[in-house]
């Protein structure tokens, strides 16, 4: 590719990334894919499949550089792994720009449906390939625009994903018919509607509850660094840690709160009798995670251990349980070992 054939896709690599936490600059994810749409405009099949791509290997490279973190138990090959995971990935996004260019040829109308229909079906096969790689649906961007992320109630993550594309696609839609005045207004009430109804829309959910009754809800993000949170000299700060913020959290009125998953440097069991105490005495359900041990049950089999969250309630009680399914590609697994 030529220098200047570049930075188009290198553009909306970076404005979809600085759409993600943690700059979360949500209204970027709607214009995002613009200065790469644009560009395909007269591109053959070749360059559509190398600039989607290359924007894929961006934005892939900086929303998740958090991933080499992984190789402190892992091991070194998280960086071949994750390389590898990423290109394959960005791949898609290269199948997508050259879906793009058939469209606007063969049926340019069927584009502003077609596209964003075709993004969605690239996120759910992200989100399951491999177990499942869930972090990088266009949806997510809108985490803090509530009126917008009640889409999700009516299809989960991927309606908003469609949204989001759906308005890139007519932003660049109206300027490639800026001359005929037709489809340009159409273009422009598309988007007017979008951008005024759906949040209408939302605020509207949003006042209106499904369930009766409300429970107010704690979360609770530590944000230890990796090598406190394997080491076991740090377990009993980190626990306290985590006490003091869900004192916190239900000095605001918490009725459940959340911790994340491992949360707890050994098994639930070693930790349980702590956290009873603190159940007891703050009256709230608590959700936490931790890893679980389960004993193999041949002589030669090393058993299992599986990453678990416990609902605990009031009465210091374990409600239940979940083991997780989809696990982390090269953090909690590698694929094809």
Not at 89 to 109: C, D, H, K, N, T
Request: net charge positive.
């Amino acid at each position: 590719m030529k220098p200047r054939n570049i930075i188009p896709p290198l553009i909306s690599g970076v404005l979809l990334t600085l759409a993600f936490p943690t700059a979360s600059l949500w209204p970027l994810a709607y214009v995002g894919l613009v200065p790469l749409l644009l560009w395909l405009r007269d591109k053959g099949y070749r360059a559509a499949f190398a600039g989607g791509t290359l924007t894929g290997m961006v934005f892939y490279a900086l929303t998740f550089s958090w991933f080499l973190s992984l190789t402190y138990w892992v091991g070194p090959i998280v960086i071949a792994g994750v390389t590898l995971l990423f290109f394959s990935f960005s791949l898609f996004w290269g199948l997508i720009a050259v879906s793009q260019r058939f469209f606007e040829r063969r049926a340019p109308a069927a584009s502003v449906v077609g596209l964003p229909a075709l993004w969605v079906l690239m996120e759910y096969v992200h989100n399951h390939i491999f177990t499942g790689f869930g972090w990088g649906s266009l949806g997510y961007t809108q985490w803090n625009n509530l009126p917008v992320a009640q889409l999700a109630s009516v299809g989960s993550v991927y309606i908003v994903s469609f949204y989001v594309v759906l308005i890139n696609v007519l932003i660049c839609f109206l300027y490639w018919n800026r001359k005929d005045r037709r489809r340009a207004l159409s273009a422009g009430i598309a988007i007017a509607l979008l951008a005024i109804v759906v949040p209408l829309w939302g605020k509207a959910r949003m006042g209106k509850p499904d369930m009766a009754s409300s429970l107010r809800v704690g979360v609770i993000q530590p944000n230890f660094s990796l090598d406190v949170k394997w080491s076991y000299e740090y377990a009993g700060h980190m626990l306290g840690v985590q006490e003091r913020l869900t004192e916190l959290a239900v000095a605001k009125g918490a009725e459940l709160v959340v911790w994340p998953e491992s949360a707890i440097y050994a098994g639930l069991s070693e930790d349980f009798g702590r956290i009873a105490e603190m159940v007891r005495s703050k009256r709230i359900y608590l959700l936490v995670g931790s890893e679980r041990y389960e004993a193999g049950e041949a002589s030669d089999d090393e058993g299992r251990y599986y990453n678990s969250s416990y609902l605990i309630s009031p009465d210091a009680r374990i409600l239940g349980s979940y083991d997780k399914r989809h696990l982390a590609p090269f953090g909690e697994y590698v694929p094809l070992q």
